[in-house]
């Protein structure tokens, strides 16, 4: 069972900036795209970011293009989600996934690891 671990959630004001990170054990962690997904209180879980294998290529929400950056770290098996000029409306539990597949997406379904998921939470 591949786990993913996930850190840096919290509470900050709007406007401010927080990194997230999500570690794994998981050997084969460099063929595998990376993802990050978010749920607000209510609603669906929605794309937020992807990254491939070798990090050289991403796909962004546009909700979050131009304020987060995903990023990798395939020595460490770590993937990091750095976000800026965060907004109320950014508040959520965000969730780490992993793919089987190098290749970026948008759709859930092409994960089959998740997190536990890290509150995020900005004031106004």
């Known amino acids: 069972q591949v786990q993913l671990v996930e850190a840096g959630g919290g509470l900050v004001q709007a406007g401010g900036s927080l990194r997230l990170s999500c570690a794994t054990s998981e050997r084969t962690f460099s063929t595998n795209a990376m993802g990050w997904f978010r749920q607000a209180p209510g609603k669906e879980r929605d794309f937020v970011v992807s990254i491939e294998a070798s990090g050289r290529y991403t796909l962004y929400a546009d909700s979050v293009k131009g304020r987060f950056t995903i990023s990798r770290d395939n020595a460490k098996n770590t993937v990091y989600l750095q976000m800026d000029r965060l907004a109320p409306e950014d508040t959520a539990v965000y969730y780490c996934?992993?793919?089987?597949?190098?290749?970026?997406?948008?759709?859930?379904?092409?994960?089959?690891?998740w997190g536990q998921g890290t509150q995020v939470t900005i004031s106004a």
């Open positions: 996934a992993a793919s089987r597949a190098p290749i970026v997406s948008r759709v859930s379904d092409s994960y089959v690891y």
